[in-house]
């Protein structure tokens, strides 16, 4: 899990985590301790359960000394003991040991991270928070059973109200400590979150007061703020929103007591407004990491292009320029003999001239060398899931312009053997190459690509498209480096693909087809390329 934990924290800080808990859970008890039952620390909000399952997932076990003893503590501060200290120990004991055991898990988990940067985080949470509550509630309430103090008829009713009130708290207060402890919360300070808390706290003025606190009615008007703060701003948003509408409900409902809803009605809908706006948090945060990781594979798939671009015209120029330097190299060697400067003096000249030709040409030998060294690490291969990858990259491109984008692969030809990255970048290349073609022809059009097996050990790869097609010199000669029959192309894509192909030992065409054109090449399906 991402719980920032440090071998060598000094012994101080363990000090203040210790006394902030400590003062934290007085002083939460005390304000939540609204409409008990039997006086009992049965709460409809129970805010400590939060505050201890949060340290101890921050803190481990450093704080479970403490966390053991603050409800026998606050049992005797707040309520001055209700019933025999044996029981209030053996009750202490099994709460604050349910939600230390539900902190220490978290922490332990490779699944949770304290961000909830994604909906994995959320449901790990909320499914250990729901976990603890349920094993608190039966041992606490089981306690006072058999101590006498509840009666069989209680049971229910008392069990119930205490998982309402420790699930609401652990909900809530539990991601607000997260991200307060990582200073998560100086970020939501904005106006637009001035807005929202306003609306929050309208809506409850108007639905406590005008609807006489109805708690569906008023759980349909909250849901609205709420859930576009935890969308907006993802988990601390949807923290915050929970914490202020928490805090206003006991705030409104103390100022008017007498509504047709008892606070424990109005925690049942806190518990489902916090489920449901920390999933949709969750969800947005996955969403944005999942934008945020294609807009990197796209970055990462542009400098693959560039960087093959660079290697081609490195291969390029090393063979053009290799030829007319050799030449020269000759003509200079026939003029060092037959000058009319005098042997001597042109000679010289011309070894000076030669040795830097020489030294040119083996600066071109070794950049040629550098290039042709293309390490092909093939591996087995889905086809459909590359070509999901890969479409997903292009779709608003191709939907901006009218594109249509299909895929169709064969059963028997799913699986091919080849560079995970070049086979990417190919059939990244060629879409691109054909959607492009269709923008420039100023009409909607369908871009398919198609893999078919050809023979026991080789598939082929279409990519079509319904365009213009490709001029009939281009077909003749097949494509050349820097020629292109686009307005804006570079003529580098397609002589990329063709050296991918070969690279993989498979073949590479060009064709025009009734309506558009085609280009095909082949791979390997088993072995290694």
Known sequence: MSVESAPHTPWWRGVVAGIVYATGYILFDFLSF???????????????????????????????PIAVLMPLAADGIVRHFPFAWTVSLLASLAVSGSYVCAGLCLRASRRFDAAFRSLRDVIVFEVIAAIATCVSAVTYVGILYFAGVLGRNE??????????????????ISPLVFFAAKGKLREQVTLEHFLGFLCIAAILLVGLYLFEGHS??????????????????????????????????????????????????FEVMMVVLSLTS???????????????????????????????????????????????????????????????????????????????????????HSIRDLAEARAVQPERLDVEAELTAVTALLRDQASKHEVTLESLVEYDARWVTADPVQFQQAIYNLVLNAIESLTEAHRPGTVTVSVTRTSTDQVEVTVSDTGPGFPKDMLATGPTMFR???????????????????????????????????VRFTMLQQGQA
């Open 34 to 64: 609204i409409e008990p039952y039997n006086g009992m620390d049965i709460t409809p909000w129970s805010p400590t359960a939060g505050l201890t399952v949060a340290f101890a997932t921050l803190c481990g076990w450093r704080i479970a």
């Open 155 to 172: 049971l229910a009713p008392a069990g119930s109200r205490f998982w309402t009130g420790d699930m609401v708290g652990i909900l809530i």
């Open 216 to 265: 569906p009615v008023l759980l349909f008007l909250l849901i609205v703020p709420i859930i576009w703060l935890a969308l907006r701003d993802r988990a601390p948003g949807a923290a915050l929103a929970l914490a202020f509408t928490q805090a206003g409900l006991v705030v409104f409902l103390s100022l008017k007591p007498s509504h047709t809803n008892t606070l424990e009605d």
């Open 278 to 364: 920390l999933l949709l948090a969750g969800m947005s945060a996955e969403h944005q990491a999942i934008l945020v990781r294609t807009k990197d594979e796209q970055l990462a798939l542009s400098q693959t292009l560039r960087t093959r671009f660079t290697t081609e015209v490195a291969a390029m120029l090393g063979h053009e320029l290799n030829q007319p330097l050799s030449a020269m190299k000759i003509y200079l060697s026939v003029l060092g003999g037959t000058g009319p400067g005098g042997p001597i003096d042109a000679s010289n000249i011309v070894r000076q001239l030669s040795g830097q030709l020489e030294r040119t040409e083996r600066i071109l």
């Open 484 to 518: 292109t029959s686009k307005r804006n192309g570079t003529g580098v894509g397609l002589p990329l693909v063709r050296s991918i192909a070969e690279a993989h030992g498979g073949t590479f065409s060009l064709n025009n087809l009734e309506r558009g054109a085609a």
